[in-house]
């Protein structure tokens, strides 16, 4: 019994793609949670979705001029994610709207230029739900070398984060340099965005910045707990993910993004004092007592 | 002896037209301002403007080197954020701490210490959403005093907050003036303004009186603040503003 489990797991390792795939998936799972528990206690799912979509145009440049996908990802994340966040300080629109512009645009953008290309379709299969299957050294190399920025950033900068987040006000008074903070944030979105490109697709991207990340929030009551806990899920998520694709061969990225969705399901329902039995539990006793 | 705040000329626009015009007042050490007005009248535009967050299109602002701590209004605070009461209290230590500096045992001493002086100590590791309204507002004035900041600006602390809870936040303030700390208080309630404060600030976008509250609250200023709604009867204008002001039976505690 015990030899068929650690067969069942040790088998899909023989591979040097499910190797490169799993080891891509749990960088990304982390910086995903991790990251995305700003997006999730700001309310930024709407601008983590927008930001992956809209980085098709790079995409499809950097496709044309025959150099990573990654590079032209990475340049149009950023000036993405400038350009919503210039747009809507500026206050003549609302922040949904100039994000709902910009990402529209950008996706058209994407595909008008991906549709002159002949066989663009496969490819853009990829880019939309991902291949984590299909990850080079060099992306996992590039993944590592961001993901750690990324971390530590948030790592280094927590304090800071968390109060531009939790009283902007108290910020302010603090003097902290908050339009910058603000602005590094967005920034730390985007290159998560397009580190985890590869692994979910832009399609699925946003699931995997906030489910994690709400199902963490829902088990805990302080930041970096929330941070923590969402890792180890979206990092368990990522790996259930992949062996699903691997012995049933759906494809990767939704199975991930299924798992994580089962794991906020349970947390939804069952957490000590969010989830929904326990406060239909708590109701019930009032009424009894 | 001189001022701790000095605020000249103060000006804020909104959309094409004055939040805030020309208010100029100034504050001693110690001294416990209350900041009155109808809604609208531009009290949290005055914090903010004071503490930097909102651009004042002229004016000046001295603090003689003293620091501001800002008690947010209630509604403008997300409690259901995962922090726990000390982790907000901490949040008064990052400027003391620094760029790139985790807490150290005595920024962990002082918040401890802080939250004793607001008698919240045993709530330290509660999640804020699970306090009520007074206790919230008692740990935003730990928050403060983490800060050492010496001027306190409290924006409707007041507001939701039931009887005892709201002695309990005087009564700190009463012991924060021994240290020199000044307060700010932005309410709805003239009674307690009248009552409770050294001083009072009758503001509706403009400063319309400012003073010791037995002065600055005259059928003639209450007017030009609240317009045609203020009554008044006599000498008696803690009887009458209590019925103006929305709290039903007015509440005295002597």
Redesign the interface.
């Known amino acids: 019994m015990l030899a068929d489990i650690a067969e069942f797991l040790i088998e899909p390792l023989r591979y040097p793609f499910m190797v490169r795939g799993l080891l891509a998936s749990v960088m990304v799972g982390t910086l995903c949670a991790v990251v995305g528990s700003y997006v999730v206690l700001r309310g930024m799912a709407f601008f983590g979705d927008a930001l992956a979509h809209a980085i098709l145009p790079g995409i499809a440049i950097a496709y044309l001029l025959e150099i990573n996908l990654f590079w032209g990802a990475l340049v149009m994340s950023l000036v993405t994610a400038v350009g919503i966040g210039y747009l809507s300080r500026q206050g003549q629109v609302k922040e949904d709207t100039a994000i709902g512009v910009i990402f529209a645009a950008c996706l058209a953008l994407g595909v008008a230029i991906l549709s002159t290309i002949q066989g663009y379709s496969v490819d853009l299969t990829h880019i939309l739900f991902g291949n984590v299957l299909g990850v080079s050294e060099t992306d996992l190399w590039l993944t590592a070398g961001l993901g750690i920025i990324v971390l530590l950033a948030v790592v280094l900068l927590y304090k800071e984060l968390l109060v531009i987040s939790f009283d902007p006000i108290l910020a302010a008074t603090l003097r902290l340099p908050l339009n910058v903070l603000n602005y590094l944030l967005l920034v730390l979105i985007a290159l998560t965005v397009v580190v985890s490109l590869q692994t979910v697709g832009v399609a699925l991207m946003v699931a995997m910045l906030v489910t994690p990340a709400a199902t963490a929030y829902l088990l805990t009551r302080r930041l970096w707990h929330m941070m923590i806990i969402g890792a180890v899920i979206g990092t368990l998520s990522s790996v259930a993910g992949l062996y699903l694709s691997f012995y049933v061969n759906v494809a990767s990225g939704a199975a991930v993004v299924l798992v994580c969705t089962a794991f906020f399901l349970l947390a939804f329902l069952f957490a000590p004092s969010r989830g929904t039995i326990w406060t239909w539990l708590r109701q019930k006793q009032v009424k009894i007592s | 002896m001189t001022p701790i705040l000095k605020v000249h000329n103060l000006t804020v626009r909104y959309n094409g037209r004055d939040a805030l015009a020309g208010v100029s007042f100034s504050v001693q050490p110690g001294e416990r301002v209350a900041i009155v007005g109808p809604n609208g009248a531009g009290k949290s535009t005055l914090f903010?403007a004071m503490?930097?967050?909102i651009h004042a299109q002229a004016g000046s602002i001295e603090t003689n080197g003293a620091e501001?701590?800002?008690v947010?209004q209630r509604s403008?605070?997300?409690w259901s954020?995962?922090?726990?009461v000390h982790?907000?209290v901490?949040?008064?230590r990052?400027?003391r701490?620094g760029?790139?500096r985790w807490q150290r045992p005595r920024d962990r001493e002082i918040a401890q210490q802080c939250l004793v002086q607001v008698g919240m100590q045993d709530y330290a590791d509660r999640?804020i959403g699970e306090l009520s309204g007074g206790q919230q507002q008692r740990v935003f004035i730990a928050?403060a005093l983490a800060?050492e900041?010496t001027i306190l600006l409290m924006d409707e602390p007041f507001t939701g907050v039931d009887t005892p809870s709201q002695e309990a936040i005087l009564e700190i303030l009463e012991q924060m003036r021994d240290q020199g700390v000044t307060a700010l208080v932005s309410t709805h309630d003239l009674n307690l303004a009248v009552e409770r404060f050294d001083r009072l600030a009758l503001l509706n976008r403009q400063l319309i009186a400012y003073g010791p509250p037995s002065q600055a609250v005259t059928p003639g200023t209450l007017a030009a603040a609240y317009g045609g709604q203020a009554l008044w009867r006599g000498d008696d204008y803690a009887m009458v503003l209590g019925d103006i002001d929305c709290c039903g039976e007015g509440e005295h505690h002597h």
């Open positions: 903010r503490v930097g967050l501001f701590g800002y947010t403008a605070v997300d954020f995962p922090v726990t982790d907000v901490m949040m008064g990052i400027s701490m760029w790139l999640q928050r800060q900041a």
